[in-house]
């Protein structure tokens, strides 16, 4: 087959086999079909597999099962729900405070449509830094009035959220250790000078709807000096003609054009982060000569391939997803020193460990206990004070999905907190209460309860004493207890709360 | 003086470490001042917070002779030359343990935007979600076999509302603990019980989902837990040991230790003598400050004891609240004062008494007093403070600072300062840029 007849996932993995064989690494096996499913299923849709859905991917026969699921996972509408709620998270930071659940509940709803459409993501961006309009109506516009609509703001998270470029320490100086210098930094903040409104100091400008438009004036400025800085690209002495067009459509058009790999190369990393835990430049947001690639030729031939498919999100998490790289084992190996153990977790020759999000917390709590699952079946963001409460409370910070970041009033909550006592009881579990039916044996709802939490069923050992445990009981009430106490252990374990 | 200055130099680049992952040569060092600090004893810190509002024309900067002065006289403490109002006579007497900063000016006279500026030294709204101070500096102070939570929140509630305050970009790890208070004698604006009354009953504390929940036996529980065993032990079989699940491990551990182990005790205040709790005030404040003191006792290196309710709102009858809740102030603080003392933990506990802001010198129409944050007073106590002074003052009327003006970057950095970590220490923000613990000049007047 030719070169480029290959497709992207197999030239993934031939790229891999080669960094692996220089680092004399060996990859871990593959994941089982049961882990698989619950990773592709936690990355894709936000959510652990019903019971329903592990039974059918068992019972398909077919050698490419796994590729199916993957098809299935993305045509759901739930993977454009999830995929707004990631990206919601990457462009309105946690911060939130000077927004409210209807405007917030807006931007979610357009990013959905987008990703309904499977949009070209290189257009999704340019709508977004072309929004315009009032801040109370459409969506894209929120992501300048949650950054004040204030030009150094806009320039930072723009760099970093798109290009991968942290221009943050060349506000005020010169980067240390880059090469941006503080001119860089106000050049590209310059692009967003002529907007109105002009940034205010009271936080509270965007109420009563002002609109969002381009002026055809506005300058930016070295801190304490009166040097103007005109509108310049990376890497570029020559400021930009901003005579036909505004500052912000020139912006957008050199952004997203399919000279700028930058775009691309940040673009396909913060998705393959999201897929295996680390980036092929980690943090994923922070591409810097001090911070080069794990392998530059992987990350290239991604961002080109992704460039050449008119920048398919789809395509792209279906062709890394089909990858023997994102199928292996997350297994760790007790006998391996600490360095290897770090390279092949950073050579991706091993899966990552990752720890719920606040969301996917909560949501799986919902789930696996079959209680209404209010924002996640909705998709929208929420203003359930009980949902609000529990994610601030578990809300993870920075761009690291490695760490577990709990302590211990988070473990107090989930052993002892409402949300648990009811989802263990059979009065606030339907879980529990469709396990009361007189045709199921012991056996299978202490399978059902492996099933619906941790998505397999329990080792042999641990089934014979766990159904021991069920025996013992002397009525059908302390069964019931029994059960309930089960469904605790499983919700407390270290199991249900990653994504392996 | 050296030492101080290397103490300093040296924490700097130790906090820029996370910064600057390709920086291995300051390994070396970091490690040497990681040992050197470790001889050193652990500080702590407790924030006494004045929930709504204290005033300090009422309290700390008093304006006898001046029509906004009102009811209140000051009387002469254990300093001389120093005032503080008549109605916190027992604290008048340990004045060589405070200093008095009178010259407190800050922008935001809103409880929830206050709480926010007072806790994190930033005004909220901004992209970068700040942590509260406390949990900043229970980061540095922690200790790597801590078996309590290292920040943990006794009695009231920050009046924050809808302004989220807590952990920020360190993480939910760094949440307080919240320990709530139950019964007892609550200060209430519409009725005013007496301040100490000894025929009330005293608060209990619970720490927020410690107690087992759904009317579970103890028996059950351990039932659970060995199950739980079982299922962490197949999964780490299965899975061999990572990162996460040692953390996860640990931290169930040591959560499951508190729920049954011997530290539930230190909740319950029954074993105090009934002289010191009487001593304390027998009000959800006093005994809040002297749960403060036995959690200080067993480790927990950061603790705030917010007032209960929005005590020190007194937009109405200001001096009849005032003088109540000076009585509870009064009864708890020089006894912590003196407990911390006599217990040697004095020199090493910190005390930071303050709230979102002040209130007007002018008495309103309901004789009261509305929020007022450009004069305002806040008072270091205890460990590394420099007692027996008073810190900046205002003009006669109250209104402005006439000398050494100080804000709220100045009045954290200081408190940095005194439990022995640098404010230039750093900590990677969500937005992937390093921020410092806290941003100002350091009160040098202020430290001891």
Redesign the interface.
């Known amino acids: 087959m030719a070169q480029d007849e290959t497709r992207l996932a197999d030239k993934i993995d031939a790229r891999l086999e080669v960094v692996w064989q220089e680092q004399g690494l060996d990859p871990v096996v593959l994941t089982s079909d049961t882990e698989f499913i619950r990773r592709v299923t936690l990355d894709l849709t936000g959510l652990i597999p019903r019971v329903g859905e592990i039974y059918e991917f068992e019972e398909n026969s077919s050698s490419e099962r796994r590729a199916e699921l993957i098809d299935d996972l993305l045509s759901r509408p739930r993977h454009a729900v999830h995929l707004a709620n990631l990206w919601r998270s990457y462009l309105l930071?946690?911060?939130l405070?000077?927004l409210n659940a209807v405007q917030i509940g807006g931007f979610e709803e357009w990013l959905r449509s987008r990703f309904r459409d499977n949009v070209p993501y290189n257009r999704l961006v340019r709508e977004l830094l072309l929004a315009e309009g009032s801040f109370d109506q459409v969506g894209p516009a929120l992501y300048y009035s949650?950054?004040?609509v204030k030009p150094e703001?806009l320039a930072?998270?723009t760099s970093?959220t798109f290009l991968g470029v942290?221009l943050?320490?060349a506000q005020c100086h010169d980067h240390p250790?880059d090469s941006w210098k503080q001119t860089d930094f106000w050049s590209f903040a310059a692009f967003f000078a002529q907007l109105s409104p002009q940034p205010g100091n009271n936080?509270q400008m965007m109420q009563g709807g002002p609109q969002l438009t381009d002026l055809p004036t506005g300058e930016v400025f070295l801190p304490d000096s009166e040097q103007k800085v005109l509108p310049r690209y990376f890497g570029v002495e020559t400021p930009v003609d901003t005579e036909t067009q505004t500052r912000r459509a020139a912006l957008a058009e050199w952004m997203t054009g399919e000279e700028n790999m930058l775009f691309a190369r940040a673009t396909v990393n913060r998705v393959w982060a999201h897929l295996f835990g680390i980036g092929i430049v980690d943090?994923p947001?922070?591409f810097s000569s001090?911070n080069p690639p794990i392998d530059e030729e992987l990350l290239n031939l991604i961002a080109t391939d992704f460039i050449q498919h008119q920048y398919d999100l789809r395509y792209l998490l279906r062709e890394l997803t089909n990858t023997r790289a994102y199928q292996l084992s997350?297994?760790?190996?007790?006998e391996e020193s600490t360095e290897i153990a770090e390279k092949m977790a950073r050579t991706f020759a091993r899966h990552a460990?990752?720890?719920f999000t606040?969301d996917q917390l909560y949501d799986g709590l919902a789930q696996a206990t079959a209680q209404p699952i209010l924002s996640a079946a909705a998709g929208g963001f929420d203003i359930d004070p009980q949902r609000t409460t529990f994610i601030?409370?578990?809300?993870?910070?920075?761009?690291d999905q490695?760490?577990?970041?709990?302590?211990?009033?988070?473990?107090?909550?989930l052993?002892?907190?409402?949300l648990?006592?009811r989802a263990?009881?059979i009065e606030g579990s339907n879980l529990l209460k469709a396990l009361e039916a007189p045709f199921y044996t012991d056996a299978e709802r202490i399978n059902t309860l492996f099933l619906s939490t941790v998505s397999h069923p329990?080792?042999a050992e641990?089934a014979t004493?766990?159904l021991e445990?069920l025996k013992e009981q002397p009525d059908s009430q302390s069964k019931q207890?029994a059960l309930g106490?089960?469904l605790?252990?499983?919700l407390?374990?270290?199991?249900f709360?990653?994504n392996? | 003086m050296w030492n101080i200055n290397r103490r300093r130099c040296l924490q700097t680049l130790a906090g820029g470490i996370a910064g600057?992952s390709?920086s291995h040569w300051l390994q070396p060092i970091a490690q040497s001042l990681a040992a050197e600090e470790s001889t050193s004893p652990k500080r702590n810190l407790i924030v006494l917070w004045m929930t709504g509002g204290p005033s300090q024309l009422d309290t700390f900067d008093l304006k006898p002779g001046h029509e906004n002065g009102g009811e209140f006289q000051p009387i002469d403490t254990n300093v001389p030359g120093i005032q503080i109002s008549e109605h916190l006579p027992q604290l008048a007497q340990q004045a060589d343990k405070l200093a008095i900063i009178r010259s407190l000016s800050t922008k935001e006279g809103d409880h929830a935007r206050g709480t926010y500026l007072m806790h994190t030294g930033q005004?909220?709204?901004?992209?970068?979600?700040y942590p509260t101070i406390c949990a900043s500096l229970s980061k540095e102070l922690r200790g790597s076999d801590d078996t309590?939570?290292n920040f943990m929140s006794v009695g009231g509630n920050l009046l924050n509302f809808?302004?989220?305050l807590?952990?920020?970009?360190?993480?939910?790890?760094?949440?307080?603990?919240?320990v709530r208070a139950q019964g007892g004698n609550r200060p209430n604006n519409d009725e005013i019980p007496e301040a100490n009354n000894p025929t009330m009953a005293y608060p209990s504390f619970q720490?927020?989902?410690?107690?087992?929940?759904?009317g579970l036996t103890r028996e059950?529980h351990t039932?659970?837990t060995t199950?739980?065993n079982?299922?962490?032990s197949?999964?780490q079989n299965?899975?061999?040991?990572?990162?996460?699940?040692t953390?996860?491990?640990t931290?169930?551990q040591?959560?499951?230790n508190?729920?049954n182990g011997p530290t539930a005790k230190i909740f319950d205040l029954s074993d105090e003598p009934e002289e010191l709790r009487q001593a304390y005030g027998t009000g959800v404040f006093g005994q809040s400050c002297l749960l403060a003191r036995r959690l200080i006792e067993a480790g927990v290196s950061v603790i705030e004891v917010p007032f209960d309710g929005v005590s020190w709102d007194t937009h109405a009858d200001n001096f009849n609240q005032v003088k109540n809740l000076s009585g509870q102030l009064d009864a708890a603080w020089p006894t912590l004062l003196t407990d911390l003392e006599q217990r040697g933990l004095l020199e090493t506990t910190t005390i930071l008494w303050m709230g979102e802001f002040g209130r007007t010198p002018n008495i309103n129409e309901n004789t009261g007093r509305d929020h007022f944050a450009q004069a305002w007073s806040c008072v270091f106590a205890g460990g590394h403070v420099n007692g027996g002074q008073v810190y900046g003052a205002t003009n006669d009327s109250g209104m402005e600072v006439t000398d050494n003006k100080v804000d709220v970057g100045d009045v954290l950095s200081t408190l940095c300062e005194a439990v022995g970590v640098s404010p230039h220490t750093q900590n990677?923000?969500?937005?992937?840029?390093p921020i410092n613990v806290a941003e100002g000049a350091v009160i040098e007047e202020i430290l001891g």
């Open positions: 930071s946690d911060n405070e000077n949650s950054l004040e703001e930072r998270s970093r942290q943050d320490c250790f936080g943090p947001d922070n001090n997350s297994r760790n190996s007790n460990i990752k720890p606040a601030q409370k578990f809300r993870r910070t920075g761009e490695i760490e577990y970041q709990s302590g211990i009033p988070q473990a107090l909550t052993m002892n907190g409402n648990t006592n263990v009881a329990p080792e641990t004493m766990f445990y207890a106490h089960i605790w252990a499983l407390n374990s270290a199991e709360t990653m392996y | 600057l390709a005004r909220p709204g901004a992209p970068i979600q309590l939570p809808n302004i989220d807590g952990p920020g970009f360190l993480g939910p790890g760094f949440a307080p603990l919240a720490v927020e989902d410690l107690a087992l929940g759904g059950q039932k659970r199950l739980w079982r299922l962490q197949d999964f299965r899975q061999g040991t990572s990162a996460a699940f953390a996860h491990q931290v169930y040591r959560a499951m508190m729920m990677m923000s969500n937005l992937g840029r």
